[in-house]
């Protein structure tokens, strides 16, 4: 089985920045895409950011230029610095990774548990 820890949550004030951890374990034979999602209250989950094993990354329109996604590859290891923090990014972020198991055909889809971003003053 594959797991995604995330870490890093916390409340932060408008303006501040915050990194989000997600550390993948389990029997993976790579990691096709990992990223980063979050759902706020009463909305739909969201992209935040992704990474491929191409090296190209997506940001949703409303994160660019403030976020960046960014992996440590030996740690199977994936982060989300966001910086200029706004009230509206307040969600519950989540990890999202396809990966190939080890002994295994195809891609499979894992999800961590979120962790909480509150922004406010």
């Known amino acids: 089985q594959v797991q995604l820890v995330e870490s890093g949550g916390g409340l932060v004030k408008p303006g501040g920045s915050l990194r989000l951890s997600c550390a993948a374990s389990?029997?993976?034979?790579?990691?096709?895409?990992i990223s980063w999602y979050r759902q706020a209250p009463g909305k739909e989950r969201e992209l935040v950011a992704s990474?491929?094993?191409?090296?190209?990354?997506n940001y949703g329109d409303s994160v660019k230029g403030r976020f960046t996604i960014s992996i440590d590859n030996p740690k199977n290891t994936v982060f989300l610095t966001m910086n200029n923090l706004a009230p509206e990014d307040t969600a519950v972020y989540y990890c999202?990774?396809?990966?190939?198991?080890?002994?295994?055909?195809?891609?499979?889809?894992?999800w961590g548990q979120g962790t909480q971003v509150t922004v406010s003053s």
């Open positions: 999202n990774a396809i990966v190939r198991r080890v002994g295994f055909i195809g891609e499979y889809t894992y």
């Open positions: 389990g029997r993976i034979s790579s990691i096709n895409r």
């Open positions: 990474s491929a094993s191409t090296g190209i990354t």
